[in-house]
């Protein structure tokens, strides 16, 4: 496996820190006066999303990690596992609980999702942007109120609950920024 | 835009070139009014600073005087040449020198920089920090600065007393502090770990609004500084050495000189074996700096100070790019 010594750190770089795939935040050279110089890196542990502060000797090296970003499309689920697949090479991948995360309340079948693969195991997975998702439960809407600017909940086909606008009823299809979790307006079919 | 078409532009703008441009006239004024002389030495040298740390570029010449042709160090520092001056009989001087250092690149350093160091026959380490702290306030602005000892800085900002610790207390310190230790083992380890603690935890708090001079610092540091012997006062042996610190940055580091060649030359070969163990390359020592302090090197203290830092402080500035028309990405 590749290795990364402290010059050729920068944001973005895959590494394994503690047996965890990283993703190099920033790296910052110190030195004092006449002694030894050091590199000061923040880095994103791609399992947890946590991000850690480690001080390096200049020089040293850290072994790559074979982290790979991609996209797939969303199969389904059975329960334990979310199953997907490549559209270009339809080699099938399934996710857990840990890699899928807070995404699960967004996927739909056919999406295509960022998957990220360690050793070619899904480490997490990000939902499209933009979700169209169809309203299965929902006080009723009223009518003619568009402008009110009253909300309240609304549940989704994939389970997601989100604040709607009133005048929005069960069946309709809705356009939802899955980065914040809010209604963007009404999706045309 | 295609690199070329950006690449080609300075880093600093307008505003940071003439900063820059008053404060080297206001420098050579402050000097001038005090009697101090301005030098040039040369910036290739035969023999490099031996400190373990520091890491020289080379160059070669070949020609007249050197048909075989000769590997040239370019100064981390104009020291050498400097105390040769002042053994000479050059009474106070002072120099704007570029120097380069291999290896160091980032937000607050360059390859190639400027360095201000002057030389003053008389005075010791305190006095210097006097004059130091004058040429600061008159600079930047700055209020009269702090001095804090090296031990204090640790105990104050680490609650540790320094020079008792063990290795072991030291080096858990390091790591509870982020460090992701090597693999070195005693007196090396103990060093990295003061090296970390003060680079990373401590100097990112000193010299908050004024400028903090701290001073007596280990012996290990001592480079090319004097050494007090343990005494009454103090059971250790600590360097009469101080560096300067402001806003979180490291400014200035001076020394009160050592003068004995025969102690020059048994440091020197202690950095040498110390790169040998390394793995560095072996590098000569500068035996015309040493005959220099065997003539006699009057008492005196020197202090160099980043001027691309001063520059920074002064006008606000985060990255050293903005200071410098071209930074090494757009040599």
Known sequence: ??????????????????????????????????????????????????????TFKSGETLEAADVLETQLQYLYSDGEFWHFMSPETFEQYSADGAAVGDA???????????????????LSVAPPNFVTLKVTETDPGL??????????????????????????????????????????????? | MAEAETRWRPTANRRALEARARLLADIRRFFAERGVLEVETPILATAPATAPHLHSLTTHYQGPQNPEGQRLFLQTSPEHAMKRLLAAGSGPIYQLARVFRNGESGRRHN?????????????????????????????????????????????????VDVFAA?????????RAH?????????????????DFLMAAVIEPQLGQ????????????????????????????SLAERFEVYLNGMELANGYHELSDAAEQRQRFQADLAHRKARGLEEVPLDELLLAALAQGLPDCAGVALGVDRLLMLLLGSLHIEEVLAFPVDRI
């Open chain 1, 1 to 54: 496996m590749a290795a990364y010594s402290t010059n050729e750190f920068k944001s973005g770089l895959k590494v394994m820190m503690d047996g965890d795939p990283c993703s190099i935040v920033e790296n910052e050279f110190v030195k004092p006066g006449k002694g030894q110089a050091f590199n000061r890196v923040k880095l994103r542990n791609l399992k947890t999303g946590r991000v850690i502060d480690r």
């Open chain 1, 104 to 122: 699960a309340k967004w996927l739909k079948e056919q999406d295509i999702c960022t998957v990220t693969l360690w050793n070619g195991v899904p």
């Open chain 1, 143 to 189: 009518r003619g109120d568009t402008s009110s600017g009253g909300n309240k909940p609304a549940t989704l086909e994939t389970g997601a609950v989100v604040r709607v606008p009133l005048f929005i009823d069960v069946g309709e299809v809705l356009k939802i920024d899955t980065r914040t979790g809010e209604y963007v307006e009404r999706a045309k079919e």
């Open chain 2, 111 to 159: 390859p190639e920089f400027t360095l201000l160091e002057w030389y003053r026959p008389g005075f010791d380490h305190w006095a210097l920090m006097e004059e130091v702290d004058i040429f600061l306030s008159l600079l930047l602005g700055t209020p009269k600065g702090e001095r804090l000892s090296y031990g204090e800085a640790f105990q104050h900002y680490l609650e």
């Open chain 2, 166 to 174: 063990s290795h072991k207390v030291l080096e858990g310190l390091a």
């Open chain 2, 178 to 194: 982020g460090f992701q230790g090597g693999t070195e083992k005693g007196e090396e380890a103990r060093q990295i770990a003061l």
């Open chain 2, 209 to 236: 609004g004024r400028p903090c001079f701290v001073y007596d610092y280990p012996a290990s540091e001592a480079q090319l500084a004097r050494v007090r012997p343990p005494s009454k006062a103090c059971s250790v």
